[in-house]
Structure formats: C-alpha cells, structure tokens
C-alpha cells in the first residue's frame, strides 16, 4: 500500500519518540512492502515559534488530506504563560475537532513483564489488568460555551459541560463495538447523581446497549470509578466515559499499569482518518536526553496500522516487538527495575525495530 502520513512531532521529548516511531514504520515498510510518506508539519510550541500560532492552517489540511497522523507531544513550560487560544493545547484541540476525532480509543494493559513498575500490591494485579478507556474527545467542557463576567465577588469564569443525545450515541457505539470484541463489559462512568449531563448521557447509553444484549452494562459514578481502578482494576473491561472523566481516568489507569510511558491511544472519527499519539506528554525536564520512553508512540503507530490501515499484521508484528524487547530484559528509566539493562530512547527504538520481522512468514 501506499500510505501518507502527518507527522507532528512536536515539543519536549515528542521529537525524539517520533523518530524511533517513524524508523518502526519504515522497517515495516521494507518487509511488509508498503511505501509510507512521512510528511511532517508543526503544531504546538515549535508552531507558535516559528509561525506565531499553535495550529497553522497547512498543518489542518496536509492532516486532513492524510490517511493517518501520528503525534509526538505537545506544550512545555516555555509556552504556559500564553493566554488560552494561544496555547499549545489549542492544536491538540483544534486537530480533533477539524478532523471530527470523537472517539478517544485508550487501551491500558499491564505486561507481565512489568510487574515490577505496577505501583499496585501483586495481590490486586493477579492475573493482569487489560482495559480499554473510550473517552469522548470533542464535546462536553472542552469545547462548551465559555467565559468571564464580574460578580460582586469579583471576577468569575465559566466552562459549560453540554452533551446531545447523538453526540453520547456515537460514542456509546463505539465503546459497545469495543466491548464486543472484548469482554463484553461497559462501565459508563458519569456523575448522575450531580449533573444533568450525566443523566442525559446514561439514559442514552442506556438505550444503546439495547443493541448489545450480550454486552453486560454497569454505571458508576467518576469519584467512585477513580477509586475502583487502584481498588479492584481487574473488574474493568471498557470505561465509557466523557471528555474530561476521560482525560482524569486514562492517567489513572496508565499508571497502575506501570508507566504512561507505555500507553498508546488513537482518535477516531466517522471515516477511517485517525490521529495516533501517546497518552503521555512533552515531558520537557527529560526533553534531549536520550531517556523518553519511545514505545507509547510506537505503540501508537501499531494501532495506526490496524484502525486506519487495516494492516493487521503489520500492527501484531510490531506489538510482538516491543513484548520482546521486554522480555529481553531491556528497559528505559521510567520502566527500570532491578536486573535489567537500562537503555535509552534510540537503544530502544533500536531494538524494537531489530526484532519486526514478517510474521506471515
Ligand atoms: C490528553 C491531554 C490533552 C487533553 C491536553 C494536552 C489538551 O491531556 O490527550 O489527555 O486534555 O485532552
Ligand atoms: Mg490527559
């Protein structure tokens, strides 16, 4: 096949993780005979310095005409000081919006291999912990009515939470498509027993399991759904939920599985375009110093292969990869333990790309 990709770097450490990732995908070219164009455009920090805006318009449409982006990381402290549209964050946003990416897709498995990184007691995390967070990515607070005003206690700024019924449909399908293929198990996490969007959000998911006898369908409410992922993981299989419980929960749970330095993620729309990025972010105290963890990303670039592409072997031999890099005791610092052999961000792309091979074969 030949495939266009976009390729956003970005800030921090995502320059580093996006070329292992990008050298992944070119050894997977060469023995599986695809022909990937990379075209990378910026977006961020490096997008304000060097053009004045996060998101430049070229970026939107070079993204737009690809058939998959892949994402380093995004934002830095050089930036924080910048009033909200001109932030970095904006190009994230923006990018899921322009590309209709309402489905956040954020799988937190923890590798046998990487017991020892689990902050949980071993008694909790017998037997693995394998979720999948299905996040939705562009309603609700993030991009709700916004605003300040004064009051007599001074100044007050205002962030509205508002969710459609088919806004909360699409979404719900896509979990219960998910679960489906799964362990037939839906959490839907809201806050019912506050908010007025969340009782919209689970009378609507309430009907769309109509569809999916099979599926079994639990609510729970966020603050107790924080609590149930260190208490008891293991009782997950798909979290529904919105945008920002989404955001809160999939940092939760990428971290009782060892480190956010693992945990790829893709957004998906209507079509098969998707944006594949790394749930961690620019971690700009290690930013060039060969210590990233680059498999989040390469991760990503797998699920790229298989949602996008369709390339689901492609996808299998790349995963297959990385779980033998761990089994061969290799680890950068954020995943090190004892006994192991420390390796950096390129050592390990290295290694990673060394053990593709063509499993067809
Ligand atoms: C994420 C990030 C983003 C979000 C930021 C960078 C805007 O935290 O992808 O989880 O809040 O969605
Ligand atoms: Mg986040």
Redesign the pocket.
């Known amino acids: 096949m030949n495939l266009n990709i976009a390729v956003i770097p970005g800030d921090g450490i995502g320059p580093e993780v996006i070329d292992q990732t990008v050298g992944v995908l070119g050894k997977i070219g060469d023995v599986y005979h695809h022909e990937f164009k990379f075209n990378r455009v910026l977006a961020g920090g490096n997008a304000i310095d060097a053009v004045g805006v996060p998101l430049p318009e070229d970026t939107v449409e070079i993204c737009k005409n690809s058939d998959g982006v892949l994402l380093g990381a995004?934002?830095g402290p050089k930036w924080d000081s910048l009033s909200g549209e001109k932030r970095p964050?904006r190009a994230?946003?923006g990018l899921r919006k322009a590309l209709g990416l309402f489905g956040?897709i954020r799988p937190a498995i923890l590798y046998k291999e990487l017991i020892d990184a689990c902050p949980l007691k071993a008694e909790i995390i017998e037997g693995g912990i394998d979720i999948c967070v299905v996040r939705e990515?562009t309603g609700g607070i993030?991009f709700g009515e916004r605003g300040r005003r004064n009051t007599e206690m001074g100044e007050e700024a205002h962030d509205i939470e508002a969710y459609s019924v088919g806004e909360v449909k699409r979404i719900a399908k896509t979990a219960f498509e998910i679960a489906m293929k799964r362990n037939k198990k839906v959490t839907s996490v809201d806050k019912a027993n506050v908010l007025e969007s969340s009782r919209l959000w689970r009378s609507v998911v309430e009907d769309v399991a109509k569809d999916y006898p099979e599926v079994e369908l639990n609510h729970m409410y966020v603050d107790n759904a924080a609590m149930q992922l260190v208490r008891n993981p293991r009782q997950f299989d798909v979290v529904l939920t919105n945008?920002i419980f989404g955001?809160i929960l999939?940092?939760e749970a990428s971290m009782i599985t060892g480190s956010i330095g693992m945990l790829p993620?893709a957004s998906l729309g209507e079509g098969n375009i998707g944006m594949y990025?790394p749930?961690h972010?620019s971690a700009p105290d290690i930013a060039g110093m060969d210590y990233a963890n680059p498999i989040a990303t390469i991760l990503s670039a797998a699920m790229m292969l298989r949602y996008s592409f369709n390339l689901v072997d492609e996808a299998d031999a790349i995963e297959e990869a990385v779980s033998k890099v761990l089994k061969g005791n290799y680890r950068t610092r954020d995943i090190m333990s004892e006994g192991m052999t420390l390796v950096g961000t390129k050592e390990m792309g290295k290694l990673i790309i060394e053990r593709i091979g063509n499993i067809k074969s």
Do not use: A, M, Q, V
Request: glycine share 12%; charged share 25%.
């Open positions: 995004i934002g964050e994230i946003l956040n990515l993030y945008n955001d999939s940092d993620s990025e749930i972010g």
